[in-house]
């Protein structure tokens, strides 16, 4: 299948695209050095002809105003009270909040659609805009924490009032859109939408796959990453085979670090474990580029708080590393075992250390493993084919018009 066609996805009369599309795109910080997923969606509308224009809470410091993203505060120069009003009691700061979003909410009237990233910010876009007439129609991207941590606490009911406003719920894989559908989303709107990135911009190196294996992950060090597990399956290693050579750079930083150095020491593997704090993405690219594994064996947090599916395995897919991970939420649609990487199952540490061991006993069949991984990025997971499939809802929420609905 072409990277641009998708089966699936409404065609419309050639009579509707006369005009661009204006989009908005709502978050909460932007840009934001964990979540370059969003960035990289803007990017693609942009570059498919879309014209884009990002609202946030919050603007980074890092944001080029001047540059091809157009990028406002949310309410304007009252933004920088938005911290203060979430400090007040619960009920008082929602009410503060709505009330604030409704009086900005006409800025979003010129648009053809909202996308809202994180479920959040979709519950507040709809909240405004059901009672303004001619709202525009709205598409909410769910990504991970805000469907496992609700669904683990019992409040999903927070997105009813978002469910019956008109538009379309995406999920970034399909357990989240099971979870999100028995929570009362109306299953036809409610789809899977993977994200994707461009390969293009990532050089694939070729491994030679002797001597020391350098092991690497990236993330933020919280609970979910499964940073532990991948500790206590290296200790493993180490001990059963002190003759396979290995190190293990950890990029990220988090609540968790001090814990994390305490257990590598602990293990006593701390002089083959190296944290290196949070880095850029061009060092993170670096970082890739010169490793030869990626590991990440997720977890569901103990909050519910559950991967997506990780833009960073997709980018260690496209540089040519070995991806090994685990069998969580949105991953397996991803990283296929014994096909373009290796999964374990969650929190299964004998299981990874199992894998892990295989991996260095088996070397010879490691590049065709990376090999078929880059290809699944350029054939399933490029970002050019994702906006194509999302441009293509956008214009048939267009088509249908700002009432009439189903809601």
Not at 99 to 111: Q, T, Y
Not at 361 to 369: N, Q
Request: charged share 25%; net charge neutral; aromatic share 6%.
């Amino acid at each position: 299948m072409p990277i641009l066609a998708n089966e699936d996805t409404p065609q419309q009369d050639d009579m509707v695209r006369d005009a661009r599309l204006r989009v908005c795109v709502v978050t909460d910080t932007f840009p934001k050095l964990s979540e370059t997923f969003v960035r990289d969606q803007v990017a693609g509308l942009l570059r498919a002809g879309v014209e884009v224009e990002v609202f946030a809470d919050k603007v980074s410091a890092s944001s080029d105003r001047s540059g091809p993203i157009a990028v406002r505060e949310r309410w304007g120069p009252v933004s920088k009270i938005e911290p203060w009003l979430r400090s007040l009691p619960p009920t008082l700061s929602d009410r503060a909040i709505t009330g604030f979003d409704r009086v900005f909410a006409r800025r979003l009237l010129s648009f053809d659609a909202v996308i809202a990233h994180f479920g959040m910010n979709g519950v507040r876009v709809a909240r405004t805009g059901h009672r303004m007439p001619g709202f525009p129609p709205l598409i909410t991207v769910f990504h991970g924490f805000d469907v496992g941590m609700p669904a683990h606490d019992g409040t999903t009911g927070q997105y009813h009032p978002l469910f019956a406003f008109p538009g379309l719920f995406l999920t970034v894989n399909r357990p989240f859109r099971e979870m999100l559908v028995a929570s009362g989303a109306p299953p036809d709107r409610t789809r899977t939408h993977h994200l994707g990135i461009r390969p293009e911009a990532i050089p694939f190196r070729t491994r030679s796959w002797t001597g020391r294996m350098r092991i690497l992950t990236v993330g933020r060090l919280t609970e979910k990453k499964g940073t532990a597990q991948a500790l206590q399956a290296l200790a493993q290693l180490a001990k059963t085979s002190p003759e396979k050579s290995w190190t293990f750079e950890i990029i990220g930083d988090g609540e968790r670090r001090g814990d994390l150095e305490q257990l590598a020491a602990d293990l006593g593997i701390g002089g083959q474990v190296r944290f290196l704090g949070a880095r850029s993405h061009a060092q993170v690219r670096q970082a890739m580029n010169e490793a030869d594994i990626f590991l990440l064996p997720s977890l569901t947090a103990s909050t519910g708080d559950m991967e997506g599916l990780p833009i960073v395995l997709m980018e260690a897919m496209s540089a040519g590393l070995l991806v090994v991970s685990t069998r969580h939420s949105g991953i397996p649609e991803l990283v296929r075992d014994g096909e373009n990487g290796v999964l374990a199952d969650e929190g299964d540490v004998d299981g990874l250390f199992r894998r892990l061991d295989r991996i260095f006993d088996h070397r010879d069949e490691l590049p065709i493993l990376v090999s078929r991984g880059r290809r699944t990025i350029e054939t399933e997971f490029h970002a050019d084919r994702q906006s194509q499939e999302l441009i293509e809802w956008l214009w048939a929420l267009k088509a249908a018009g700002r009432t009439g609905l189903t809601r």
